[in-house]
């Protein structure tokens, strides 16, 4: 065993956590205080807290208490808040959740890496070839080290990884639908109906993301919001280009008095231009992507099929 190595880092991490502690709970501020009370004065029965779905009954609490205790820790946060809010999942995951929930799936990654350090010898011992062999790293060394160090970071960043791609997932579905709403939207102006008619008609026929945005845009206008800055919150939610030269072509016409229509129909077109432009990108690129699984998987299975026969008939012919 390493002691050289083991004991300076050991030294190390206890006085960084004993130092994390200490500033903890010493430096609460009041705001935190007040919010605390408020909370406890508005807290739910045991009843109504019973009747709560396990997930925010148990499960979300805990990533709030984590969370709270590790945000100001944490850097980015603005920049997470976006992401939460452009993925859909703002305000029922907020940044002190998503900050919980990375440092538990570390812990719970470093508790899988402590138990592969003491099951590696027994599986090999169970399994005993020495072909197929596990790596038998020790827990106070640096390979045991370097797999705990592995978990930790790994699991802090699997959930901004998971969230990214279902930020991407979620503006592509707004993208592809965002020509046809806007076509509905052009089709409603031409009969005379207001801008704000026409979003609730297109959110009562449409469904996806998409939708539920123009409703939210709508609340936001009922609440007192001018339509320019609701439509401004409309484009921070999405995070999609083509919602922003549509909002910024709106404003540009609400400012300037000019026809709303024939606005729409240019946007519309646009849109649908820069799709199939988009569309015939990803057709171009197939060719390269097509080529890796050509070269590695399809190729060799038609060399064994077809010259594998002659291979045999030449081994066995003596030559």
């Not at 320019?228 to 540009?252: C, H, P, S």
Request: hydrophobic letters at 50%; glycine letters at 8%.
């Amino acid at each position: 065993m390493n002691w050289i190595i083991v004991i300076p880092v050991v030294a190390a991490v206890t006085i960084v956590l004993m130092g994390l502690g200490v500033r903890y709970l010493l430096s609460k501020p009041e705001l935190q205080r007040r919010l605390e009370s408020i909370r406890a004065d508005s807290a739910m029965t045991r009843d109504e807290r019973l009747k709560l779905p396990f997930m925010d009954r148990v499960v979300l609490p805990v990533l709030d208490n984590i969370g709270s205790r590790m945000k100001r820790f944490a850097s980015k946060q603005d920049q997470m808040q976006q992401l939460l809010v452009q993925a859909g999942l703002h305000p029922r995951l907020t940044t002190s959740r998503l900050e919980g929930m990375r440092w538990l799936c570390s812990l719970v990654l470093m508790v899988v890496g402590v138990c592969y350090i003491f099951a590696a010898g027994l599986i090999n011992k169970l399994v005993g070839i020495a072909a197929v062999s596990l790596p038998e790293p020790n827990l106070f060394d640096v390979d045991g080290l370097a797999v705990l160090g592995a978990g930790l970071l790994l699991g802090y960043l699997a959930p901004v990884f998971v969230l990214r791609k279902r930020l991407r997932a979620r503006q592509s579905v707004i993208q592809r639908a965002l020509a046809s709403s806007i076509d509905l939207i052009s089709v409603g102006a031409e009969a005379g109906m207001g801008f704000d008619q026409v979003l609730n008609y297109v959110r009562r026929r449409t469904k996806g993301p998409l939708s539920d945005e123009f409703g939210a845009t709508l609340n936001e206008i009922r609440l007192g919001k001018t339509r320019i800055e609701a439509l401004n919150n409309l484009v921070y939610r999405t995070g999609v280009d083509d919602m922003k030269t549509f909002v910024g072509a709106i404003t540009q016409s609400f400012q300037l008095g000019t026809s709303i229509v024939e606005t729409l129909r240019i946007q519309a077109d646009s849109i649908r231009l820069k799709q199939r432009q988009r569309a015939q990108e990803q057709a171009m690129k197939a060719p390269v992507k097509m080529l890796i699984p050509l070269v590695f998987f399809i190729f060799p299975a038609l060399l064994v099929v077809i010259l594998g026969p002659a291979a045999v008939m030449i081994f066995t012919s003596g030559f």
